[in-house]
């Protein structure tokens, strides 16, 4: 008897056929060839039924019907594809072995495993796992087969994943959409990452500008003319700065220090696919979907990329030399020149910052393959480009600089100079030819801050640390501090894959993907689902919050299901889904504590009380920066409609004090049992009336604090460190702590 090859979609069965049985017959929904027999799935054929194919009475909503838990989950066939399916049992049949050949991730492992059990599959199953679709990669990758039993702890893992999201889906969604007569889509994922954009929308509301003033001094040694930031606090008297300017302009300066140091760059790191889609839409816009689809046909239709679904941005030994075949197969190509100039040497096993097998698991970093690209789309070619470039700067050698930090003195003023001057362009000549990127920003510090404070030159520079200097000019510059970024679709994903962690350190970044929000695979879905539900919209590259999707966090986290919302908690489950794949968590215990929670949502909703429907309705605001005042008018209807909603509820002491919204943590009094919202001013306690005086201002310290600073205030008793102004008016890094239980008062930890 003949094995059968089950593929996941017909490309891939197609090139599968073409390297092992060339001379297969081409019989429309299969391949046969004289050892093998290949077909394929188109995607997922098989899916997790409905609540009404367990009982009829869940064919309407009620929510006196939920929780729904089934005992055991259903499968039915997707009627769309029913035709394929029945080919795949007919070609069962008559074969004695299966291999599994779908992607080579979670979800192709779960497509491949609901097959197997809806139609009872039970001949011996093969797992071929590959990285590309070369014909010599496939044809390695059938050499060594490897067991299916070996991926029995991944097939665990799929299979939670899509219970879970079951689970959370179907009883979330029913619930709060029967309460609130109002269709509302909650899940696992999409909703914490919801939440994220609604936190940020609220930073962005409470966002006053703050006019400062900055002195930049001009100077000159010789023939060197140089600029300079004056060193000191924050000037917000414009007074006080133009005296300052008048003080020093026109006389004699003094260098008081001048280092030079050098300092080396190095290329970055190859792609992830969460990177590709981040620097994908930051240059082109493209939104996260197109750069997975647009990746998947340059991967599965040309051939010319490897799995672009990775997590991982390194490559294991036995990619090294495949990297160098790739590169010599781009000889004669567009990047003829790129490869002449590339040092073969800098590509071997030892080097960390490419060949770290510790940190790949399922795939290695995305690369191009030694298929020469040919008739790609103008969006296929510029992926390709991106990919094929930062695979190229991985055989070049750091651009070298040397860093001149100059601290120049006038009438007891501090100007601080910082000149980055370029030695030798290293990796950086792969993207001469295209538009400088804006430098990234400085860790640690506010764009304000970073502005102007260094400048790259590429001719020679140099001061005589001993010679005269002087202050020619003074200018005085007049900003505003900027409100936080909107998301876009590329900042949105790295929030995503750090569970919402503002981290900026990349080892401290590898660490969290594995409790990121959702998989590489299935973050853009994630982003096109709250669109499609009516929670966001674009406009341009923003992603703005719709008063749906405003009032549906407000609903969720209004009823105590804040864990709902919480992306590190999600975050926490998808690494709990990982350690199962590994075999180091049980799958029942994880799927014992989704139907816990599962069952506390219905309870915690049962309880609220319905909102009014204008609370859904309205235009999503603009994401142009509002007047002073015009964010809050958009901002208090918003409350106004959460204070009616609130209102509305049994226990009249719940309302909240002066015109506030969501909640947002329990009041910390011993003894209290309300419940703390954000009001114009403050977060106060919904239960003031009853006596409570808990309340915590929200410009503390020169802080104006975020909804997640208090909660840290409430939970744990301190924020995070902050840049703080203390009482006597200094400047200072610190974290705000909460002093008195009582009264919310708060203080400082400075160190």
Known sequence: MKTLIIAEKPDMGRNIAAAIEPKAKNLRSYLEGEQYIITWAIGHLIELAEPDKYDDKYKKWNINHLPIIPEEFKLIPNPRTYDQLKVIAELAKQCDQLVNACDAGREGQHIFSLIQRHLKLTQPVKRLWISDLTSETIRNGFATLKDGAEYENLTRAARSRSEADWLIGMNGSRAFTTKHNVLLSVGRVQTPVLALIYDRQKQIEAFSSLKFYELEGHFTQGDTLYKGMWQGERLTDQPKVEALAAKVKGKPARIQSYEVKDTKEYPFKLYD?????????????????????????????????????????????????????????????????????????????????????????????????????????????????????????????????????????????MFKTTVKELLDLGWKVIYA??????????????????????????????????????????????????????????????????????????????????????????????????????????????????????????????????????????????????????????????????????????????????????AFEGETPSATPA?????????????????????????????????????????????????????????????????????????????????????????????????????????????????????????????
Not at 327 to 342: D, F, I, M, P, R
Not at 380 to 392: G, N, P, S
Not at 451 to 460: A, C, G, K, Q, R
Request: charged share 30%.
């Open 433 to 614: 030819d295209q538009k400088k990127d804006k430098p990234k920003a400085t860790k640690g510090k506010d764009k304000e801050e970073e502005e102007d404070e260094e400048v790259e030159v590429s001719e020679p520079f140099s001061l005589d640390s001993q010679g005269n200097v002087f202050c020619h000019d003074a200018i005085v510059k007049e900003k505003d501090t900027q409100p936080p970024k909107h998301f876009n679709e590329g900042t949105l994903l790295k929030a995503m894959e750090s569970a919402g962690k503002q981290i900026e350190d990349e080892e401290l970044r590898d660490a969290m993907k594995d409790s990121g929000l959702g998989t590489p695979a299935t973050r853009a879905a994630t982003i096109e689902r709250l669109k499609k539900v009516g929670y966001i919209d674009m406009q341009g590259k923003k992603i703005l919050l719709t008063q749906k999707g405003r009032t549906a966090v407000e609903l969720i986290r209004g009823a105590g299901i804040e864990l709902l919302t919480s992306p590190e908690m999600t975050g926490q489950w998808e690494r709990r889904l990982n350690e199962i794949s590994r075999g180091t968590a049980s799958d029942e215990q994880f799927m014992l504590n989704v139907k816990k929670f599962a069952t506390l949502i219905v309870d915690k909703v049962r309880g609220q009380a319905r909102a009014l429907k204008t």
């Open 627 to 751: 007047k002073r005042g015009a964010a809050r008018s958009a901002s208090t209807s918003t409350e106004g409609t959460a204070k009616k909603a609130a209102a509305r509820k049994k226990e009249p002491s719940a309302k909240p004090a002066d015109g506030a919204s969501s909640f947002l943590a329990a009041c910390p009094r011993p003894g209290c049992g309300g419940s703390l919202f954000m009001g114009r001013k403050g977060y106060g306690c919904s239960h003031y009336k009853e006596g409570c005086k808990f309340v915590i201002w929200k410009e503390s310290f020169g802080r104006n604090l975020t909804d997640a600073q208090v909660q840290a205030l409430v939970n744990k008793g301190k924020t995070t460190k902050l840049k703080l102004v203390l009482a006597d008016g200094t400047a200072a890094d610190g974290r705000i702590v909460l002093k008195n239980i009582d009264t919310g008062e708060l203080g400082t930890e400075t160190e």
């Open 273 to 413: 696919l969460t990177l590709l889609q981040r620097e994908a839409n930051g240059k082109y816009a493209f939104s996260a979907k197109k750069t997975l689809d647009t990746a998947q046909a340059l991967y599965e239709k040309h051939k010319v990329i490897s799995y672009p679904r990775t997590n991982s941005n390194y490559v294991t030994e036995q990619n090294i030399p495949e990297m160098h075949k790739s590169l010599s197969a781009l000889q004669g190509t567009a990047y003829h020149e790129l490869v002449q100039g590339a040092n073969r040497n800098l590509v071997h096993k030892n080097n960390k910052f490419i060949c770290n097998p510790t940190k790949v698991e399922d795939h290695h970093a995305i690369l191009p393959t030694n298929r020469k690209a040919s008739g790609l789309s103008p969006d296929e070619q510029k992926l390709y480009d991106l990919i094929v470039r930062r695979f190229l700067s991985q055989f070049y050698p750091p651009a070298e600089y040397k860093v001149h930090t100059v601290m120049t003195e006038v009438e007891q003023e």
